[in-house]
């Protein structure tokens, strides 16, 4: 085999490689963002209805826990084995707090 062919086809493969591995920065930087966004969103809004205590109280509570949480679903997008895991995680975690805080009594 002539060796610019090997070397043509190792680029292709390479640069085949570096789009997947750019794709799923992309989709764990989403997840980190959009993903992290509605988990944290989720949490607050629990947080507010759950916590036994004065409702101004309880809002700045799950507030604050928020912003912490958001930055746990950053870093869970990003210590997960896959994209889909990040997904999954962290879609998965945000879609089951905001089904119990549906049924607590939330108006989301």
């Known amino acids: 085999m002539p060796q610019a062919l090997r070397m043509s086809r190792r680029a292709g493969a390479t640069a085949a490689s570096m789009a997947a591995y750019r794709l799923g920065v992309l989709s ?11 988990f944290a969103a989720s949490a607050s809004m ?3 209805l759950a916590l036994p ?3 101004a109280q309880a809002t700045l509570t799950g507030l604050l826990a928020g912003i912490a949480l958001y930055a746990v679903a950053a870093m869970w997008a990003f210590a997960a ?3 889909a895991r990040a997904w999954l995680g962290i879609a998965g975690a945000a879609a089951a707090m905001w089904l119990i805080a549906r049924w607590l009594g939330g108006a989301a």
């Open 46 to 48: 629990l947080l507010a």
């Open 81 to 83: 084995r896959s994209a």
């Open 53 to 55: 205590m004065p409702r």
């Open 28 to 38: 764990r930087s989403l997840a980190a963002l959009l993903g992290g966004y509605a």
